[in-house]
């Protein structure tokens, strides 16, 4: 088999703290299952080079990255020397560019946030039902309100006005659903071969295995509200064993915590999607164990992207108390995905989940560092 | 005193029924106290006017209704004779335009949500400090992501392009942002006469007794949340009495459930403020319990708007189902508002206001129908 190759780029903050542990994972299953898989590290602290340069990434960094297979991101996002206030803050807008570049650049269309309320993580919601929130929310994550275009016109003066346009294709809208469908079909077959089945009504009295939910807000935005509502129900109909179901961003944030359980795959525009995710991350434990993965699943030459949905946390940056849980189960992510091409990586993407998992539900409400926790799931998998 | 009027239109769906109880209240409170008060009621369901001219409502309603001091809404939205399939369904963008055309023509800039956990009020978070819950939040209601503008480039087909336009004016920005740390002083001063005071952590280590939360997406959405970012700051000169902090929407969402009793006053844009205002309203009760309005501060020959942050809910209308307790904590933010001119209608909000907690305290988690509440609080106001 021919090596996959990940660039791992630990990134600002508490990134380098938590990838440090991911790759001793790695490095642990390669040893033990004889993977072939290689890694390279890209250590690009945003501010390092946006003293040398203004920007937050070297101006090659999307060339360089698009010979892997997979990026592995720990977290981006540096506000500058905490203690030295007369230094500059560095904008978010500029040490968060390369997240964007590399969506945009290898366009990764989808992101996916799956929400599972597992054992041993916080429980945020005080019904009891919480514990069988399992849902996956789909993120368009290459248009819409992230295009970028607009302006500022007066800038800085009491008659200035700010304009931002969202533009949204049907070619993107399409796509982003179908693929919802898709693993919304997944999720069922998987469902019921583990024999944990679920069941979804559909408006004309059907009993469906799983459901899609699309979320808009098109009594207010109805442009391309609209044109997400008559792509759903076209695409709908070439899946009738999937219940559908639709609802509006501000009901959809109020039910997420009436009762997420009852969600299973949620599709939503780049800006809607990017709330209900940190939203369902925190009904599922909060950022310390939530993962996100950026995906480009239809062009193979493309690498797709792994981070926690957790930011750079500069407050607590460079003491060893960040959770590296959410930067190892998207390590597990990544190498599921990576499994597509080569088994064995599926393989132990599952076994590091699992791992993950197992030491999550032993150390509920414990207080232990970085080091600490990826030392305890390192030795469950070379036990 | 001149007679304050008032125009009551009950919409859809269970808005009828409870505003029925909402106009029970005010004859007993001004039969009590005498009350220079009128109301007339305009009896517009959506439906009956689509089904005669394709409008919502009559096409001089805003002239109508701009004879009036303020306006007390049920709900809007209608989607036709549920049990004919048939017959078309209104679109939700006909049957709630008469809610946007009232806040673009009547100029009412500020909708305000206030968020307390009531005594009584179900408790959706498990942590037992959701008990302190007490935020305003404050939503920029006259342009942004609302202004409708934009279009569908080769609608329906393959190629389709929708384009939304935001536009943000640094005037608008102002005077919301300028309105959130009026309210924060008021807040403060209100907490401290009543010895329940807060304290917030300022950057720079001071303490103030309130604090205003600025919510955008700077990180993406640049042009208007810099400009946000910009007012905010110059804004916050004036107020140094004031603790101020900034979020990016969806951690404050993440944060919205992980420590609501840490916000104050939250000012947001105006679809960004929709989404958080029913955040903010599950998390302190659900929408049986969550007043709204839609105010116009600075121009006095304008009407300003009240309704209850719940929708028309088709599903149980007409079977005397639904929780009055929404329609009449917003009507008693009305008269507090109508007090500004009158003070004794401030006086009768505040009674309305205590006999509705009164009542939801008594009879947490008894099932109850709509005039059955009514009446309860009728009885107390009588008594
Ligand atoms: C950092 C920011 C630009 C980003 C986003 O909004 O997409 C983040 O919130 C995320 O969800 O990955
Ligand atoms: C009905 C809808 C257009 C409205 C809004 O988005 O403003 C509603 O959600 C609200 O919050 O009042």
């Known amino acids: 088999v021919q090596s996959t190759r990940i ?10 703290e938590v990838v440090a542990e991911a790759v001793r994972c790695l490095e642990i299953l390669r040893a033990k299952h004889g993977l072939a898989l290689e890694w390279t590290r890209f250590p690009w602290p945003s501010h390092a080079w946006h003293e040398e340069n203004g920007e937050s990434w070297p101006s090659d960094a999307l060339e360089q990255l698009k010979q892997y297979d997979a990026i592995l991101l720990g977290a981006l996002g540096d506000p500058g020397p905490m203690d030295d206030p007369d230094r500059y803050l560095l904008p978010d807008s500029i040490s968060l560019a390369p997240l964007l570049d590399m969506r945009k650049g290898f366009d990764q269309w989808v992101c996916e946030r799956p929400a599972r309320l597992l054992d041993g993580a916080r429980q945020y919601l005080a019904d009891e039902r919480a514990k069988n929130i399992d849902m996956l929310v789909i993120r368009e994550n290459s248009e819409g309100e992230y295009v970028s275009q607009g302006g500022r016109l007066r800038q800085g003066t009491p008659d200035e006005v700010a304009t931002q346009m969202e ?22 077959e998987e469902r019921v071969r583990d024999g944990r089945t679920r069941s979804f009504r559909t408006l004309d009295g059907k009993t469906c295995e799983s459901q899609v939910c699309l979320v808009t807000k098109r009594n207010a935005l109805r442009y391309w509200g609209d044109m997400y509502t008559e792509a759903f129900e076209a695409i709908s109909k070439e899946y ?3 219940a559908t179901h ?13 009762a997420p359980w009852a969600f299973d795959v949620v599709v939503a525009s780049n800006l809607q999607g990017d709330i209900l995710t940190d939203l369902a991350a925190v009904l599922s434990g909060g950022m310390g164990v939530a993962p996100s993965c950026n ?10 992207m792994f981070e926690p949905t957790h930011g750079s946390a500069p407050d607590i940056a460079g003491q060893g108390l960040a959770d590296p849980t959410a930067m190892l189960f998207t390590t597990a992510r990544m190498l599921e995905w990576l499994g597509r091409k080569d088994p064995t990586l599926a393989a132990a993407g599952k076994e ?29 998998l070379e036990a």
């Open 7 to 16: 660039a791992v780029t630990p990134g600002d903050g508490i990134g380098p």
């Open 167 to 188: 533009v949204f294709t049907r070619k993107a809208t399409d796509r982003i659903i179908r693929y919802g469908f898709e693993q919304a079909r997944r999720r069922a």
């Open 240 to 242: 009738p064993d999937v």
């Open 246 to 258: 639709h609802e509006l961003v501000d009901a959809a944030c109020m039910k997420f915590v009436q």
């Open 295 to 304: 995906l480009n699943p239809t062009d193979s030459n493309m690498p797709s």
């Open 352 to 380: 590091l989940f699992d791992a993950v998992a197992a030491d999550l539900a032993e150390n509920a409400g414990t207080q232990r560092g970085t080091h600490e926790i990826g030392q305890a799931i390192c030795k469950r």
